[in-house]
Every structure is written in C-alpha cells, then in structure tokens.
C-alpha cells in the first residue's frame, strides 16, 4: 500500500521560505510521476508542481515558476518542494501526490501553509 506523509508545513511571513517534504513508501517508484497541489479555503486543489521519478523533468504551475523548486532524493524515497517569496496567496493546504500510469493517482494527507502579510 503506497503512502505518502508530507511535513514541513508551517506560519510563514510574506516574502520567507518553507521546504516541504514528501516522504513515500510501500512500493517501487519507478515510472511515477510525484507532484504536488495545493488547497486554499473555499477553493478546488490545484497543481503546484510536478516531478518525474526517473529522469530531469520538471512541472511548475504559472503562479510559483521562479518561486518554487521541486527536487526528489530517490534514495530517502522522499521529493520536496523548496518554497521562496512566499505571499499570502500561497496560503493553502499543501498536498503530496504520486500518479502511476493507468491507475488513480494516491495522495498524502496535507500540511498547512500560512503566509501573513
């Protein structure tokens, strides 16, 4: 059964930093592609950023392009998200994802980000 338990999360001010962590078990991870989205207060998730398992290639959503950095560490299992300049907009639940193809995606339970202004 894969899992995945994000950390990292936290109150920030307007302009610092978080690195959130994405700790992933229960299977090989080869060929997935690890991502991660965000949930503000009434508003639907949506993407952040993503990261293939094997290989270079990186995702960003418009919003955090320049902003944000998605790395992985296969030998800890683990992908993180480098979060710099952080605005109140970023203000939302921070959820870890890993999609296998032709199967449903699995989620982590989410961390709370808060930027103050």
């Known amino acids: 059964q894969v899992q995945l338990v994000e950390s990292g999360g936290g109150l920030v001010q307007a302009g610092g930093s978080l690195r959130l962590s994405c700790a992933a078990s229960?299977?090989?991870?080869?060929?997935?592609?690890m991502g991660w989205f965000r949930q503000a207060p009434g508003k639907e998730r949506e993407f952040v950023a993503g990261?293939?398992?094997?290989?270079?290639?990186?995702y960003y959503a418009d919003s955090v392009k320049g902003r944000f950095t998605i790395s992985r560490d296969n030998a800890k299992n683990t992908v993180y998200l480098q979060m710099n300049s952080l605005t109140p907009e970023d203000t939302a639940v921070y959820y870890c994802?890993?999609?296998?193809?032709?199967?449903?995606?699995?989620w982590g339970q989410g961390t709370q980000v808060t930027v103050s202004s």
């Open positions: 990261i293939r398992w094997s290989g270079a290639s990186t």
């Open positions: 229960g299977r090989s991870f080869g060929g997935a592609i």
């Open positions: 994802n890993v999609n296998f193809p032709s199967q449903l995606p699995y």
